[in-house]
């Protein structure tokens, strides 16, 4: 047979967990045989470890299907939290990661090097849970200290909503299969400041919190 074209790439996947498999802090894919950068994702928690590593989920499925387009030949999922689950986040009991909040910072934010870019992509998903949005601001915090100066990505296609910020892979798949995915800048100052906002005791709150210290105060002062 003639004028046949022979094409070769493989996918290197590298995890990083603890050694007993119950935290996974970061997977990197690296693919031979084509161009490009590389990006780190942020997204919520880790369903990967050691043990299954090579088994594909649909968020990877959907970054290395738009790739190439992406400008990329290599990412490494972070996220929020390092704690392996396979089913919804649990946040009962739930507290911000400090330990995957300073790896983060030591590992990604502090040696990030000029041709790599960090995108949000942590999507809606529980966005009033506390924890998450204390984590959130956390990220955004620690970006603004070591990387002030240089932007923060978000995935999109042509005629996204603008409320769909920090849009997850897993939305853009189902929704945006066979749209052409983009990398844009993510409004990182806008976003930490609505989460500082948020995090705010609200106006009722504070009522109640100081009636309920000047009450208590009152009951010790009768005994």
Not at 80 to 105: C, H, P, W
Not at 111 to 118: E, I
Request: charged residues 25%; glycine residues 4%.
């Amino acid at each position: 047979m003639k004028n046949l074209v022979k094409t070769e790439i493989a996918v290197k996947t590298e995890i990083l967990s603890s050694e007993d498999g119950n935290r996974t802090y970061s997977i990197k894919k690296e693919i031979t045989g084509i161009a490009g950068s590389h990006a780190y994702f942020i997204l919520l928690y880790p369903t990967r470890t050691q043990e299954n590593c090579y088994v594909e989920d649909s968020t990877n499925n959907h970054l290395l299907n738009h790739l190439a387009e992406l400008g990329l030949n290599s990412y490494t999922i972070i996220n929020l939290f390092a704690q392996v689950t396979q089913s919804r986040l649990s946040l009962a009991g739930l507290t911000v990661d400090e330990e995957n909040m300073n790896y983060i910072k030591e590992t990604v934010f502090s040696s990030l090097t000029d041709d790599s870019k960090v995108v949000i992509a942590w999507g809606n998903s529980q966005q009033n849970s506390p924890v998450i949005c204390q984590s959130k601001q956390r990220i955004l915090e620690l970006w603004e200290s070591e990387q002030p100066s240089r932007p923060l990505y978000q995935l999109t296609v042509d005629g996204m909503k603008n409320d769909n910020i920090g849009v997850h892979p897993l939305f853009l798949g189902i929704r945006h299969s066979q749209s052409y995915w983009k990398l844009v800048e993510y409004p990182r100052k806008k976003i930490l400041k609505e989460l500082l906002e948020r995090m705010k005791p609200k106006k009722n709150e504070k009522e109640t919190k100081s009636k309920t210290t000047a009450k208590n105060s009152v009951k010790g002062k009768q005994k």
